[in-house]
């Protein structure tokens, strides 16, 4: 089974503190995306990573930076945290098929709040 | 621009019955549709892919169907039980690459 794995289920900053979300998957996938979810707006894409050293926006990237150093781990960086940046962020994983039919993979979130 | 919709958002049913859960997408230039179930305070569990050319896929007492052309998705969850009580979302693939999510259906089940 893929398992996709963030490394707190729950996290509380301060405002302007610099945060690392780390996401690690054992799959050898490709593609790694970035979103978070708040109740009302669904979820919504950070960024995503199609390739090692690689990275897309997505539809909110304002406020975030990414990091694929690794193809196994990408990572989510709140450079100065906002209290509007209070969420449940969710990593997920794929393969890199050129069919675009690989399903998503999810890990268990973390939620993170700023004061 | 892609737009996903399910409704209702919230859904109640007796144990037992068989229910339908809707997805409907704007754009019809789509790789694949996913649906997800989710249990609060967690992440989003796989539940079923269907690609574009295909019109359904089964998985136990799951049937998800896939009306590209009139942009509409079902999911089919047959003698429901209390354990399929959770949030099930729907997502597209576009042909621009972004993965698009509906706010999600949340089904309770009814002991």
């Known amino acids: 089974d893929v398992k996709v794995t963030q490394s707190s289920r729950y996290l509380v900053k301060r405002t302007g503190e610099k945060v690392f979300l780390e996401c690690v998957q054992d799959m050898d996938h490709e593609n790694m995306f970035w979103y978070r979810q708040d109740p009302g707006l669904g979820l919504r894409l950070i960024y995503f990573s199609y390739d090692v050293k690689m990275k897309e926006k997505g539809d909110i990237p304002e406020g975030y930076s990414v990091s694929r150093e690794k193809k196994e781990r990408f990572s989510l960086i709140l450079e100065s945290a906002s209290t509007n940046q209070t969420s449940m962020y969710l990593c997920?994983?794929?393969?890199?098929?050129?069919?675009?039919?690989?399903?998503?993979?999810f890990g268990n979130g973390t939620r993170l709040t700023v004061t | 621009k892609q737009e996903v919709t399910q409704i209702p958002a919230a859904l109640s049913v007796p144990e037992g019955e068989n229910l339908v859960l809707n997805c409907s997408f704007t754009?019809?230039?789509?790789?694949?549709l996913q649906w997800f179930r989710q249990d609060p305070g967690k992440g989003l569990t796989s539940l079923l892919l269907?690609?574009?050319?295909?019109r359904e896929q089964t998985s136990g007492r799951l049937n998800a169907s896939l009306d590209k052309s009139s942009g509409r998705s079902t999911l089919y969850i047959a003698a429901s039980q209390p354990g399929d009580s959770a949030t099930y979302l729907c997502a597209v693939r576009g042909d621009d690459d972004k993965i698009i999510f509906g706010k999600g259906t949340r089904l309770h089940i009814l002991p």
């Open positions: 754009d019809s230039a789509i790789y694949n």
């Open positions: 997920a994983s794929s393969l890199g098929d050129r069919s675009y039919n690989s399903p998503l993979h």
């Open positions: 269907i690609q574009s050319s295909q």
